[in-house]
């Protein structure tokens, strides 16, 4: 068998079109099924603002609890009987306003969880823990 040496040398330079137009028709007809979809409009029905003005809210409780064990019930000072009666008071009104709770850092634990155990016991709905400020 005879190869024939004497073949041109020269580099083929044509690059092959057809996978690259393939890619590109296939692209074409995706935008074009997915395009009528992307325009679609849907029609919402968003709230309107209302002219009328919100209802004001209860000023929350503030309960500060200090290191020593005493209670600030909207900074007067408070036993823990007094806690009760104010707290009876509290959830017997129509809209009860939050507890915010404000525990000192180096308070003991025992004392803290006795105020949230009478709130709940007392049905208060809302308990705000203040951290630091």
């Known amino acids: 068998m005879a190869f024939s040496a004497g073949a041109s040398r020269d580099v083929m ?3 092959n ?4 137009v393939d890619v590109l028709l296939v692209l074409l007809i995706i935008f074009m099924i997915t395009s009528p979809i992307v325009m679609h409009k849907a029609a919402m029905d968003l709230p309107q603002a209302s002219q009328k003005s919100a209802p004001d809210p209860t000023k929350p409780i503030h309960l500060a609890i200090h290191s020593d064990g005493q209670m600030y019930w ?3 000072l408070i036993t823990e009987r007094q806690l009760d009666t104010q707290l009876g008071i ?4 129509a809209t009860q306003p939050a507890l915010q709770i404000d ?4 308070v003991a634990y ?4 006795r105020v949230l155990s009478k709130a709940k016991a007392h ?3 809302r308990i705000d ?4 400020r």
């Open 90 to 93: 509290m959830s017997a009104q």
């Open 74 to 76: 909207n900074d007067a």
């Open 110 to 113: 025992d004392t803290v969880a």
């Open 129 to 132: 823990m203040l951290g630091t």
């Open 103 to 106: 525990a000192s850092d180096d």
């Open 13 to 15: 330079v044509n690059i």
């Open 123 to 125: 049905g208060v709905s």
């Open 17 to 20: 079109v057809t996978p690259l």
